[in-house]
């Protein structure tokens, strides 16, 4: 890959839209809207205007990014995220993907990656400490974490020579394979599956077991609670952590965390099985008995409706995805 050859790159850009005080100014008919209470006088001045330069730090790292592209032996062609959906076509004859914005970037284009393309995330607005200080006691002011993003734009230029010189490794992700009803999902998540009532208000109602080789393993566990999600090991940092599950080193290969969520009164002898690991040889079998509910993959952003009566298979059986990790999560 010197530097004098042509490499092919794919870049996926989140795209970035500006906020203005208008656009939570009460339209028309007053009465035809929910009354919301009072901000307090400056914060609203306070809030756009963070808004706003988050939008204008993002602008400002696609553009930056794009002149270092420009500056290179290389052919590279921009795709906004919100340009592409779930009927889009993998992605092939590149040589390398490029996402700018943060892991919520990566994950969308993950999912139309398969094993032989690796991907460099940029994270465009990295969340600073002092400013989360400063604005604490009024509003949230966290910006991208970027957990999965090997650069920002302090670094993206010598991460990138490294590559097309030969000079960095990609790290193998392991990936996860849903099955609906048997047939395999095109989705593959890279973080985590949630297996869910539609409304969060509304009890999830299903039953699992695990299967070895297709034989069960495990008793069959029968389920009244906020639903079931089942992660990767890149995933266990995320929504699985917070729940209380735990942290499985990054490149671990082939091994699943799942865990039944919020179980409300587990059977007696069961309370074991609500959370637990899945071995590269096993998978997780699930049949839905509430009237409707959804897969969600690595979010909301992509779902699959389910009935009552079906049945959803998760394993690790599935394509890793080539990721150039950050050094702090290699070290």
């Not at 919520?104 to 465009?124: A, K, R, W, Y």
């Not at 080789?213 to 079931?228: A, I, M």
């Not at 298979?313 to 080539?322: D, F, I, Q, R, Y």
Request: proline content about 6%.
């Amino acid at each position: 890959m010197g530097g004098k050859q042509r490499f092919n790159i794919w870049r996926l850009v989140k795209d970035g839209e500006k906020a203005t005080p208008a656009d939570v100014e009460i339209p028309g008919n007053a009465s035809n809207f929910p009354i919301r209470p009072p901000l307090p006088h400056h914060l609203p001045t306070v809030v756009f205007g963070y808004l706003d330069n988050r939008r204008k730090v993002h602008e400002d790292a696609i553009n930056f990014c794009q002149n270092v592209l420009r500056k290179k032996a290389v052919d590279w062609q921009a795709i906004f995220c919100n340009n592409i959906s779930q009927d889009s076509q993998p992605i092939h004859n590149v040589d390398l993907v490029v996402t700018i914005g943060g892991d919520g970037t990566l994950l969308q284009t993950s999912h139309f990656m398969d094993d032989s393309i690796p991907v460099l995330g940029v994270n465009s607005d990295p969340t600073q400490d002092q400013e989360v200080e400063e604005f604490r006691e009024e509003f949230d002011a966290t910006r991208s974490t970027g957990f999965l993003c090997g650069a920002t734009i302090e670094n993206f230029e010598q991460v990138l020579d490294d590559i097309l010189e030969d000079q960095k490794t990609p790290s193998n992700l392991s990936r996860m394979s849903i099955c609906l009803n048997s047939r395999l999902l095109p989705t593959y998540a890279l973080n985590d599956a949630l297996v869910a009532h539609t409304c969060p208000a509304t009890v999830s109602r299903f039953s699992f077991k695990i299967k070895r080789e297709g034989h069960p393993c495990s008793p069959l566990v029968h389920c009244r609670s906020s639903g079931l999600r089942v992660s990767t090991a890149a995933g266990s940092t995320a929504a699985m952590l917070s729940a209380g599950g735990f942290t499985m080193p990054i490149l671990s290969q082939d091994h699943l965390q799942y865990m039944v969520r919020e179980p409300i009164l587990p059977e007696a002898g069961y309370s074991s099985l609500m959370h637990g690991l899945l071995k590269p040889d096993q998978s997780m079998v699930a049949s839905w008995f509430s009237k409707e509910g959804a897969i969600y993959i690595d979010g909301s952003d992509v779902s699959y409706s389910i009935k009552h009566g079906d049945t959803i298979e998760m394993s690790s059986k599935a394509p890793g995805l080539k990721v150039f990790l950050p050094h702090r999560l290699l070290s």
